[in-house]
Nanobody
């Protein structure tokens, strides 16, 4: 019933930008917590709460921005000033069940996941 489909990944040179999209169905992105994670280990990158509060891992603060658009039920991740260490598969996740804001940057608290979109940054 719930489906998350990521898109927007690609290959860029260091310093470049990408805009990732997570199109959701079966769930409304503006009433649940949403997050972006990366690489196999599902490192927390960014999250937005049901109330619109955003949080980022220290490694991406000032460079990445998470946002949502209720009209198209989509969550976005704007990636600016990309560096080679940002390379990896980026996954969208929905419905964080954690009790506090910090919990939603941890993959284990999410119920639904997309299949990912690849981001590759070359130097």
């Amino acid at each position: 019933q719930v489906q998350l489909v990521e898109s927007g990944g690609g290959s860029v040179q260091a310093g470049g930008s990408l805009r990732l999209s997570c199109a959701a169905s079966g769930i409304t992105v503006y009433v649940v917590s949403m997050g972006w994670f990366r690489r196999t280990e599902r490192e927390g990158v960014a999250t937005i709460s049901s109330g619109g509060t955003t949080r980022y891992t220290e490694a991406v603060k000032g460079r990445f921005t998470i946002s949502r658009d209720a009209a198209v039920n989509t969550v976005y991740l704007q990636l600016n000033s990309l560096q080679p260490e940002d390379t990896g598969m980026y996954y969208c996740a929905a419905f964080c069940l954690g009790g506090g804001p910090s919990d939603c940057l941890r993959a284990e608290y999410y119920q639904h996941w997309g299949q990912g979109t690849q981001v590759t940054v070359s130097s």
